[in-house]
């Protein structure tokens, strides 16, 4: 395989963006080392919201979480969210990197178990690419997620992906599981350059279409 034309043109200046449609292991196997300043993602989470292969033993997922963390340490920085829930059983993965919490200004509760009112992220800044213009937890405005279902059963607020990519210098983001692209939306509004790969080419669809949607900013911020 060789690098997707598209993500060539990004990596040239000659494109602003793209979404790819594959397995981001595969993608980014084509990839050069340090092509991008930053991995910026959600993963899935092992909470069963895409099938059987999204409900398994910690111990098999924390497998595929050390795979998708080695293909994508192509880059200094990094943010991965994750689940509260899985904490216990992938921290070690993260060790020297810095934990972030997204917390929601609204969650419905819950009648048997306790409702998960933050996610966590882990940032690494190998470079110290930050701006010094923020702190590690952002109040996210889940109460107005209406406005941006698309169709994705977990989408990310994209109050916090402007804020966190906000507080990096980072030019070129790299989101391998994009979903319904709201990383790639945030760093569009943000006047950076933004690759996004996603296996569900349904997903991919709605991804180009809210980017194609998405006005520049007059200048990177």
């Not at 059983?89 to 306790?114: C, E, H, R």
Request: glycine share 8%.
């Amino acid at each position: 395989m060789s690098l997707h034309p598209d993500i060539a043109a990004v990596l040239a200046g000659e494109s602003d963006g793209c979404i790819v449609c594959g397995d981001c292991r595969e993608v980014m196997a084509d990839m050069p080392d340090k092509c991008v300043d930053a991995v910026v993602t959600d993963p899935p989470w092992n909470c069963g919201y895409f099938g059987a292969g999204d409900d398994v033993e910690w111990v098999q997922y924390k497998n595929t979480l050390r795979e998708w963390l080695h293909a994508s340490d192509m880059c200094d920085g990094q943010c991965w969210f994750l689940s509260t829930k899985s904490i216990a059983y992938v921290a070690d993965l993260f060790v020297g990197w810095v934990p972030f919490a997204s917390i929601k200004n609204f969650s419905q509760m819950g009648t048997t178990t306790l409702p998960n009112c933050w996610d966590i992220a882990f940032i690494r800044d190998r470079q110290k690419e930050y701006k010094k213009n923020g702190r590690n937890w952002f109040l996210s405005n889940t109460a107005g997620m209406s406005k941006e279902r698309t169709g994705h059963p977990t989408p990310r607020t994209i109050d916090v992906m402007l804020y966190i990519i906000g507080m990096f210098s980072w030019s070129i983001i790299l989101d391998p599981f994009c979903g319904s692209g709201t990383t790639c939306v945030a760093a569009k509004q943000l006047g950076r350059r933004y690759i996004g790969i996603e296996i569900d080419p349904k997903y991919c669809e709605i991804a180009r279409e809210r980017v194609r949607n998405t006005a520049k900013p007059l200048f990177q911020m």
